[in-house]
Nanobody, 124 residues
Framework: QVRLVESGGGLVQAGDSLRLSCAAS????????WGWFRQAPGKERQFVAI??????????ADSVKGRFTITISGDNGKNTMWLQMNNLKPEDTGVYYC???????????????WGQGTQVTVSS
């Protein structure tokens, strides 16, 4: 079964930048919409951004628009995705997950392939 693996999380101060990466252990087949979600303690998993492997389409949550950039690359079936996070704020703190779906949607319930998550902590 294909798995996604995230990396790049850490502890930073407000205003700093981080770059998260997500790589697949194999081909994700028809799941060509990749996205980032985050979950803060005691809160539901929240949409951050999605991108299409087949088109240049991208979508961002309003809370990160203008600060975060999602990029995705599919070379020889080994896909990699990044999330460049600039001007980080304490409210960006959470576990960040990458995921893949067949659908162009924001709801995490539509994503069937997930990574294990990477912690991002932003101190004020």
């Amino acid at each position: 079964q294909v798995r996604l693996v995230e990396s790049g999380g850490g502890l930073v101060q407000a205003g700093d930048s981080l770059r998260l990466s997500c790589a697949a252990s194999g081909r994700t087949g028809s799941s060509d919409v990749w996205g980032w979600f985050r979950q803060a303690p005691g809160k539901e998993r929240q949409f951050v951004a999605i991108a299409s492997l087949r088109t240049s389409d991208k979508d961002y949550a309003d809370s990160v628009k203008g600060r975060f950039t999602i990029t995705i690359s599919g070379d020889n079936g080994k896909n990699t995705m990044w999330l460049q996070m600039n001007n980080l704020k304490p409210e960006d703190t959470g576990v960040y997950y990458c995921a893949a779906s067949e659908w162009w949607v924001r709801g995490p319930e539509w994503f069937g392939i997930w990574g294990q998550g990477t912690q991002v902590t932003v101190s004020s």
